[in-house]
């Protein structure tokens, strides 16, 4: 008995954290990529460890017919979700983003 109170301890001990911190974007406008090429944006009500969303007033980002990863500016009303964790590849706040130069690509001079 003692030597399955010892492994039980141990395993409870080895808990890992989330290294993502959702909780600072509740009730916040957020934008989600998903598998497949989909994306969406709504405002954050929930989540767990498994990265499960629940996103409210969700709009979704209709995609080209002829190129499935190019957007097109048609999009859908939702209303409340719930993305499935697994399905999810990025989460970034609506608000704030800026497109960048990438840093990577020489610059020609003209």
């Given amino acids: 008995m003692s030597c399955v109170l010892v492994f039980l301890q141990d395993k409870e001990k080895k808990k890992k954290e989330s290294i993502f911190d959702l909780s600072k974007y509740i009730d916040k406008p957020i934008r989600v990529k998903f598998q497949g090429g989909r994306e969406a944006s709504g405002v954050l009500k929930g989540f767990d460890p498994l990265l499960n969303l629940v996103l409210d007033g969700t709009i979704e980002y209709m995609r080209d017919p002829d190129d499935q990863y190019k957007l097109t500016e048609d ?27 990438n840093p990577f690509i020489q610059q020609q001079d003209g």
């Fill in 75 to 101: 999009t859908r009303q939702l209303g409340l979700v719930v993305c499935r964790g697994t399905a999810v590849v990025l989460i970034c706040p609506q608000d704030g983003m800026e497109a960048i130069p």
